[in-house]
């Protein structure tokens, strides 16, 4: 009975794959393993070319979901993504990138991939297949009503990134759904559903290609915008950085010299004053006030700079 029922299950999901925009064959490439290298290479890079495009479709849907991350951001709440595979390495990816990019704490922006950490460079067997493991990996961190879980999957329909995104549902955060294909019920269990629609792959199925570009381009989108929102760029300079070692000093006086135009002799004194924050180095330049007074105006404008210049006595 097992084997009988193991046999209907494969047959349904064989069944489920084929009717999926990311499986689908591709005739016209039956043979490029007989292609010229250069052939093949433009070819992939001509595929490649049409991710920004299915990106652009949805632009409006991403920009409606990273002003409700970063509302509740603000608030004190974290980022999480939740995905299995190339998905969930890519949301870890870009979680392991906000610390060093916007000074975060480890805590604030999180990558959780189905498996655990071993399953960065290993296939864990079953492990996407798991809604339950989902929900428990969710149970570790607490989930409040301000947070975000982002579930991640090419095929709209793993396990882990549904069951990630139902769980966090009924603990009342913020769920938002990235796939790759229409219609999937990973969307539709989302506050946010995010449908990057980029047709089939150059390989049958190997949806780290076109796919993970797009998952890789929306991530970098969330991350980035909802850091500009919450105030850690001024311009498109990087101002929420400490100078902790050289190569972060020489960094940070570059950024203080373009925010601010000063001379070295300044912009030394302003990050002594200022224990190397770069934004209140440029705070105590521009407007011309004291290293806690600067620590002050940035506290009461809860970290934004522009905020901050205005409140300054000029």
């Known amino acids: 009975m097992t084997s009988n029922a193991n046999h209907h299950d494969l047959r349904d999901l064989r069944a489920e794959l084929e009717t999926l925009t990311t499986e689908a064959f591709r005739p016209e490439l039956a043979e490029i393993d007989q292609l010229p290298t250069v052939e093949i290479a433009r070819?992939?890079?001509?595929?490649?070319?049409?991710?920004?495009?299915?990106?652009?479709?949805?632009?409006?849907?991403?920009?409606?979901?990273?002003?409700?991350v970063a509302e509740r951001m603000a608030r004190g709440g974290r980022l999480i993504y939740a995905g299995a595979g190339t998905a969930g390495r890519l949301g870890v990816l870009d979680a392991s990138e906000c610390p060093p990019t916007f000074n975060t704490d480890p805590?604030?922006?999180?990558?959780?991939?189905?498996?655990?950490?071993?399953?960065?460079?290993?296939?864990?067997?079953?492990?996407?297949?798991?809604?339950?493991?989902?929900?428990?990996?969710?149970a570790d961190l607490a989930l409040t009503p301000d947070d975000t879980v982002v579930g991640i999957s090419a095929s709209g329909r793993t396990p882990y990134a549904i069951g990630a995104v139902e769980q966090a549902r009924k603990q009342g955060a913020l769920t938002i759904g990235l796939?790759?294909?229409?219609?999937?019920?990973?969307a539709a269990a989302a506050d946010h559903g995010i449908e990057?629609?980029?047709?089939?792959e150059l390989l049958t199925g190997s949806t780290r290609?076109?796919?993970?570009?797009a998952q890789k381009l929306v991530l970098n989108m969330l991350s980035t915008i909802t850091m500009i929102r919450l105030g850690k760029t001024y311009g498109n300079l990087m101002?929420?950085?400490?100078?902790?070692?050289?190569?972060?000093?020489?960094?940070?006086?570059?950024?203080?010299?373009l925010a601010t135009g000063a001379a070295d002799d300044e912009i030394e004194r302003a990050l002594a004053a200022t224990d190397g924050e770069v934004k209140n180095a440029i705070l105590t330049i521009l407007g011309g006030v004291d290293g806690p007074t600067a620590a002050r105006l940035l506290e009461e404008s809860h970290?934004?700079?522009?905020?901050?210049?205005?409140?300054?006595?000029h």
């Open 209 to 213: 290609l076109k796919a993970g570009t």
């Open 107 to 138: 805590s604030e922006v999180v990558g959780l991939i189905a498996g655990g950490p071993r399953a960065m460079v290993t296939s864990i067997e079953g492990a996407e297949d798991s809604r339950e493991l989902a929900a428990r990996d969710l």
């Open 196 to 200: 990057v629609v980029v047709g089939p």
């Open 179 to 186: 796939a790759c294909n229409a219609d999937s019920a990973l």
């Open 303 to 313: 970290g934004h700079l522009r905020a901050a210049l205005a409140a300054a006595p």
């Open 239 to 257: 101002v929420d950085v400490r100078a902790s070692n050289e190569k972060l000093h020489a960094r940070s006086r570059r950024i203080v010299a």
């Open 43 to 68: 070819l992939m890079n001509g595929e490649d070319a049409t991710v920004p495009a299915a990106v652009a479709a949805r632009l409006p849907l991403i920009a409606a979901a990273i002003d409700d």
